[in-house]
């Protein structure tokens, strides 16, 4: 992920030889930073917790608890209980609705961050507060210091990262509800950063913050091919954006040779602010344009980003959790160039930074930055009335559910990532990412639970009622050999009626069920194009029984069996492949708009 700048002042104007001193001195003192803060993380913690129990001393939430103005830890962990997103929904609907007096946080709540974590098939609600963006700033900062310490010279050239905005809503309170990205690219800390060797990218601003993600990506792609020889690093938040726009690249290479050949902008790209930022950077260039069609129009892809970039020291993706399904097909387009994890971080809190970038994507392990929040771990597969333990007292080797209380107003709040504990920096933990707890399907950000999968498919599988036919088992993958990649479901049948049932019905079923699924999924499918039709697989009689047999073969307990509702082992799900008899698309995209279900109840009828 791009970092952000530091308030440095402009250097356009400074000579080559300080600008190099001043960018070693500002490497030095992040990294300083991160010496400092790891070294007695215990004092920083508690220092941390002081300042936001003293920021929030009067707020009513901490108030309720039956504090009055205390910061001590102690009392903390005594009257403060450990909660979810549920336990908050009611503080966050007045908030939401426009209580403005100081519920959660002293400082006024300057807008909601949408997690695509979700609460009953909406996003969940982050408030947050404006300090925050600075906290967010100072993460991005030391992302480029850590990175130079094993990739000199990123500075000489540009990084080809592909960002975009999403939409945003209003709360019926009039705040402001978008994704994080979307909140810190829009902020003055991202539009009007002042020249910096490491915020250096192909992409204008303007064509980052376009809202049309067609004309974003096109504008983007087109500035990126222009610029190639400059390009030292690629990148995308996660793996699965990137991979979309190597997608758009095969897609429509040879309407962006046209525009390198002319340097003209195609007439698809409407937004005049968008054309006018790319022709600051276009001009017509025939060997580029034949160049760049000569490597497109080869039959193999294989190292597409080495061959048009050919700079390329890395990837900048994010490939840790589920996004380590895409490690093959970036390794197969970049030919194996490095892939960078470079942080960790979410709607609620930025957590922490790779200090070793350049390991393997199954060594990455991140170090939680100590001033970010005040952190606490639930230790997991033990007893559930165990303790919190502080950032200092974990173990080595054991997985803990990460929990915040954020200068925002969250307070002992469950974020639902597990993670281990991989190693230590001076005396600070480093974290490996092991799951977002109960996500089964997972293709971009969206993260479907077997409970709503279950719903969903309970729901569509009424269709089949007419025919007389029943479900009688089902299980699912994330299918991430299409791009984009989609939800594939196993189902298998009993049908006692005669009558065939036609194509169209296993269709409505498909729709069924994403029309039944979180909001984040049908944003993808509908909006972002980030997710693919969902499929629907109808396999032979006995399969599951076949399955359960295999299973069994590997040492599963016969009375314990269950049916996974979700499988990702490869022989699984060729055994279920094997016994495929016929396959069905959604026909259509899900609805979806943007904002909460509750907000839209007078408009969603008329989109
Ligand atoms: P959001 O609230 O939508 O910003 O999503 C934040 C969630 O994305 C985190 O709680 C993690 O589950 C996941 N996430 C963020 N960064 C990483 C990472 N580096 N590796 C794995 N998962 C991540």
């Not at 979307?182 to 204008?204: A, I, L, W």
């Not at 194509?503 to 069920?513: K, N, Q, Y």
Request: glycine residues 6%; charged residues 20%.
């Amino acid at each position: 992920m791009p970092e952000a700048p530091k308030n440095s002042r402009d250097q356009s104007s400074t000579t080559m030889a300080t600008m190099d001193y001043s960018l070693t001195e500002k490497n030095k003192k992040s990294l300083q930073f991160i010496e400092d803060v790891t070294s007695n993380p215990d004092d920083v913690q508690l220092r941390i917790l002081s300042d936001i129990l003293t920021q929030n001393a009067d707020v009513e939430y901490l108030h309720r608890h039956g504090f009055s103005g205390q910061t001590d830890r102690e009392t903390f962990k005594k009257l403060i209980p450990v909660v979810t997103y549920e336990d908050l929904q009611p503080d966050i609907t007045r908030i939401a609705n426009g209580d403005k007096s100081p519920i959660l946080s002293s400082h006024p709540i300057s807008e909601f961050l949408t997690s695509s974590g979700t609460s009953g098939g909406e996003r969940k609600l982050m408030p947050t507060i404006e300090a925050e963006l600075e906290r967010r700033s100072l993460l991005y900062s030391l992302l480029m210091p850590v990175m130079n310490q094993f990739v000199p010279g990123l500075d000489k050239g540009k990084g080809m990262y592909f960002l975009f905005v999403k939409s945003e809503a209003k709360t019926p309170g009039g705040l402001l509800a978008r994704p994080v990205l979307t909140s810190y690219y829009k902020s003055n800390h991202f539009k009007e950063r002042p020249y910096d060797p490491y915020t250096n990218y192909t992409s204008p601003n303007e064509a980052i913050l376009c809202p049309d993600s067609y004309q974003s990506m096109y504008s983007q792609m087109l500035c990126g091919l222009c610029l190639n020889q400059q390009v030292l690093r690629v990148g995308a938040v996660f793996a699965s954006g990137f991979i979309r726009a190597i997608r758009f690249l095969e897609k429509h290479w040879s309407i962006l040779c046209e525009d390198l050949r002319t340097g003209t902008v195609n007439p698809v790209i409407t937004d005049p602010v968008v054309r006018e930022a790319v022709l600051r950077i276009l001009k017509p260039d025939p060997e580029m344009a034949d160049f760049v069609a000569n490597e497109c129009s080869k039959q193999s892809w294989q190292g597409i980003i080495t061959r048009l970039w050919p700079n390329t020291k890395y990837v900048d993706v994010i490939v840790t959790g589920t996004m380590s399904q895409y490690i093959p097909t970036l390794d197969y387009y970049s030919n194996g160039l490095p892939l960078v994890c470079t942080m960790y971080a979410s709607s609620e809190c930025y957590f922490g930074v790779n200090l070793n970038p350049l390991c393997k994507p199954n060594e990455v392990s991140y170090t939680l930055i100590p001033t970010m929040a005040y952190f606490e771990f639930l230790p997991v597969n033990g007893d559930q009335e165990q303790q919190l333990i502080d950032l200092s007292d974990v173990k080595l080797g054991q997985d803990y559910e990460l929990v915040v209380t954020t200068y925002a107003g969250l307070y002992r709040y469950r974020v639902g990532d597990v993670l281990r504990v991989a190693g230590f920096k001076n005396k600070a933990p480093q974290f490996s990412f092991i799951c977002r707890k109960n996500v089964a399907l997972s293709i971009d950000s969206d993260k479907t639970d077997e409970v709503e999968l279950h719903q969903a498919i309970e729901k569509a599988s009424s269709h089949l009622v007419p025919f007389d036919a029943t479900l009688i088992e089902y299980t699912s993958f994330a299918d991430t050999t299409t791009i984009p990649g989609h939800y594939v479901i196993f189902w298998e049948l009993n049908q006692n009626g005669s009558a065939q049932i036609p194509p169209s019905v296993f269709e409505d079923c498909c729709f069924a069920i994403e029309e039944s699924l979180n909001s984040v999924y049908r944003q993808g499918r509908a909006s972002d194009k980030s997710i693919g039709p969902l499929e629907i697989r109808i396999v032979e009689n006995g399969t599951f029984d076949k399955l359960m047999d295999y299973a069994i073969s590997l040492g599963a307990s016969i009375n314990q069996y269950k049916t996974p509702r979700c499988v990702k082992f490869a022989p699984i799900i060729e055994l279920l492949s094997s016994k495929v008899v016929a396959s069905y698309l959604s026909p259509k995209c899900p609805k979806w708009v943007p904002g909460h279900k509750q907000w839209n109840k007078n408009n969603v009828d008329d989109q």
